[in-house]
């Protein structure tokens, strides 16, 4: 193996997931495991199915511990970044899957994050335009959120051809993994199960601004979002259901090639065949984004669907493959495409 | 009991959540149950939780043994209603689950379901402007269907107001039972369960022409929509989340007042304290539609989020409220606005 | 109405059961709410799906708060109930859905709860032997455990009858309500989910001394318990498969006899039609327990399996039906028979 | 790679998960694939989840197109392994998912199957005592039940170290994809979610006598079994609650120290740490089986609980792990032991 990654946050969900991926990674051996509150006890508690990795003792969360690796993955809360990746030094990559160093606009990260910016990293979702260049040549990562990935990847393609207008409604279904571990009352089995319920309606979402500020970019002008997240009844998965008002003449034969065009050589996002349509189980565990696409005529709306497990393509998978570009492997390394199911 | 009524279509979803609401409802009586496949069966085969009725046995699904009752329930599928009702009389009350009746656009009607439109009978959703007076004048009622019940309700009190734009965006995510007893291989449990997937995208569900007969006549003028069904793993409920652009000038606090106003005296509406969101998990084996909505300024949108059961209030207990008005009872009678939680 | 009630532990999950079925109860009032740390908000912050009674406001649980009630329902933790039926005086009938007063052997209670023992009340499971007429004569019950419940009615009539040797083994699948609201781990929606696991293992649950309580006063005997509760995916249901090894000579037809015998004049235990087992579904919401038996020869056992939903039959449907018996109403007063399916 | 491998049955649950584990293979490389009636169709619209394999056509199950490979693995329904078998001729190393060569005694196969004996090749349990020689010498190899390994794996070690009496009772909670994929009325996601219920009730389950079959191998006697399984709402997983009288003086420590013993050295059982219990989502997608054990000193009875994942250690993972050892290679080659969760 030629390189040694480090996991901040390894008793949580996305700690969690970066370590079942990286075990079967051929070119990453795991290094030190840390953890907040839970240092000092052994990952199998908090991690079970882990079982190669059971016996290995969660340390403190310092730049300290983390140092001397190749490779530092951060699944840590927000706003604990900046201090550790300072100390780590220039040459360590470091793939922050927080928040802190996703926006670019720092009125917008303290309108939604109530604290100073700490700044901007280069962005992990390599399918943007221009992504994988600046992913080659940085050892600072800003994994994005994982509705951010899944509207993005749903909706740009449209947005880079010009196909509709700046002006979309993304409704995007997730299951509870990404509210991550802590118990809270709204998070109990019982009130979960056999209920499906929004949060953050109404534009406060904090994954509002960085869908905006994605978009925005590929259509090269302010792009309006109405951004609506839904919790179901399921552990993993997101299934963002987006529309956008098509211009005039543009067909569903058209949006659905311009979205295989845009796709044609991505190893992680995958148009379906015509006339079938995402859904979460297909993706459980893999990296796999799936996205199909169509018109609404009497709508004038595209329709453009796309699933992908939060915590693999949303996470953790898209946490390790931007880190294989910035590595110089080759980016689909140690990164499944098949999912688990039924 | 001053009434009796006989259920066609017992064995199925629709017909079962009709006994259990009819077991409760102290001016009816339950009569004659029919199906049709599952003719000369004991009900208890196919609906073991109606403990009462186990030892009744199922009638074949004709005039002849529907006749004789003060109200008959149809829950058939599409096609069958008609012949059923000419033969019954007019005196006869016939609520009929299905959509035979329900649109009064025959070109809608065709292109959706592609047979020759039977007719249009009163609509039996109680809270449409005009609704009770129609209701209360009738012997055959058309209740709507189950996503049509929720979007309606979502999204009519704004466009009555004249508060936003005939064009609206629904994402309507359901429990499976809307889609019926009879196993198919996306319905079986271990493909459903942990799986989210829309159906019906792209305008093609036959809920689209409904939806847009009833937010068209409150709104004085043809409303575009963009709806798209999203099946969900729970047995029950459905949530909708809808938008439309707000009008200049329109606040929350604007599109609030007129939601509460609307349903000030609507015994199974009920818009949520301020800051809170409906979840289906409340509406559980309940007559009740829960409601809330918000202005996203930046969006320059209204968002509205309904929740109810689909087989109580979006089928059968929608049928019960309208068969109460119809037969002069008080509209609550029989009908719980209790959910079973957890 | 002839009497009203006060429930004490209004926030939690066996709180809100107990008033969606008094909300339906004939003869029964809701009278005074209490909670402990939720005491001062409005009902529908913990209970959103009891929407009548939404605005209602928590008072601190304390005996004056609950005086002045004919019926006093509390559903709190255990250890509390002694101090409050103290001061309530004689005439109030105080019904325990905790465990204080549900053991007779003052050691075991010692053992499983490890405080002093705070006595025995009678026994509110009226399919027992005996029970109706000590209900019929107290102001005070002590409502059974769930599991107890469960494992109780699937298991009597064989020892009873004297059909199987007094030595039983209990596997009791559960959803998870009977865990109660409070947000822990592994309780979380995200772990619960797909998963299947067992507690109190190796006859540490407090429920065993329980079920043997009842199983061995039946048997006129010590009766050996093995008792595994295992937490399946669902809010709530409880499905106990039981077994013991079957006297000589004793077959599947004489032991399904004896339990026809045994519930035949039940309204809340329903045994099977042959070759129909129960399910959990078919109980939802409703006060039935259902039933099934039969011999496995080659084992030399009898297998029985009880299903019922652990919030109603299991706690506050049981406490309402031994409350109508004290009360001197009609057993089945209130308590629907019909679940809510699917 | 070094051998190719046909998957017979590859539509289906079984064939899904022999295909999603060879994937990630390194030395066996997947050939032709089979079905029945989907034969002529892409694998895609079968098995969306295995992208990689997406656009593959499926080819008639017949000997001829099975022929050519080194490896061919039947995912097909019993009675049809024989046939195909016999023309493979002795050198292809045939490995069978189904039941038609896993029962030794002709009669328990006619009268559980109702069809003549096949015949036995040596069993695909390789924790089995002396099951890897004999898998290392054979071409053919009968994979087993899903139940029965679960079972098994929780009550041999006891059984092996004559510290229980010969007479066990298992209740084992399976999720739903152990019944296939054809879509039957009771598997409907509607129906599932939400229940509980039990299945082959009172020694009827077809892998009782494979069960019975194993242990009395182990016990050097015939083993009397009370057998239950209970289908919960998740698509996979088994949890199997197993009891049996333990012999005098036999202490929980001693029980542990013999499991501890037994699975030592074996890489897919993994005896937990004291006091933690098995789950099935601990194993989701992994080839590993978890077990803890326990005396119940009241009950005079030792408990032990395996949990796997019927379809990987269960099944497909099982499969592969026999063809390993019959190939030569390691026999944990290409097999998962962390599982993905939650």
């Not at 901040?8 to 990286?22: D, F, K, M, T």
């Not at 840390?34 to 908090?46: D, F, K, M, V």
């Not at 221009?130 to 994982?146: F, H, K, N, Y």
């Not at 259901?241 to 044609?264: F, I, M, Q």
Request: net charge negative.
């Amino acid at each position: 193996m030629g390189y040694t990654a480090a996991v901040a946050g390894a008793s949580g969900y996305a700690g969690g997931e970066l370590l079942r991926l990286l075990l079967a990674h051929p070119e990453i051996e795991i290094g030190a495991l840390t953890a907040g509150g839970n240092a000092g006890s052994r990952l199998g508690e908090h991690q079970p199915h882990l079982l190669p990795l059971a016996d290995r003792v969660l340390e403190e969360t310092t730049a300290d511990t983390l140092a001397g690796h190749d490779v530092v993955f951060l699944a840590l809360p927000h706003g604990q970044s900046a201090a550790i990746a300072e100390r780590l030094g220039p040459d360590v990559l470091v793939v922050d899957c927080g928040a802190d160093f996703r926006l670019r606009d720092a009125d917008a990260w303290e309108a939604f994050y109530g604290t100073p910016h700490a700044g901007t990293w280069p962005y992990g979702l390599p399918e943007l335009p221009g992504a994988r260049d600046a992913l080659a040549a940085t050892r600072r990562i800003a994994v994005p959120g994982c509705h951010v990935t899944t509207a993005t990847l749903a909706l740009f393609p449209a947005l880079a051809a010009g196909l509709v207008e700046p002006e979309a409604v993304v409704v995007a279904v997730t299951g509870t993994s990404g509210a991550g571990k802590a118990p809270k009352p709204h998070l109990v089995g019982s009130e979960v199960m056999g209920s499906v319920s929004p949060y953050g309606v109404g534009g406060t979402h904090r994954h509002n601004p960085e869908i905006t500020q994605n978009l925005s970019a590929v259509a090269g002008g302010p792009v309006r979002l109405s951004f609506t997240p839904v919790l179901a009844p399921m552990p993993r998965g997101i299934l963002a259901t987006c529309s956008a008002p098509v211009l005039p003449g543009v067909t569903a034969e058209a949006v659905a090639a311009a979205y295989r065009d845009r796709y044609a050589d991505e190893p992680f996002v995958h148009v379906l065949p015509e006339g079938t349509w995402p859904s979460t189980a297909m993706t459980l565990g893999a990296n796999t984004t799936l996205v199909q696409v169509t018109v609404d005529p009497a709508a004038g709306r595209m329709v453009a669907v796309a699933a992908l497990d939060n915590l693999t393509k949303g996470t953790a998978g898209g946490a390790v493959q931007s880190a294989n570009i910035a590595l110089g492997l080759p980016e689909t390394t140690g990164l499944p495409t098949a999912g688990v199911a039924p």
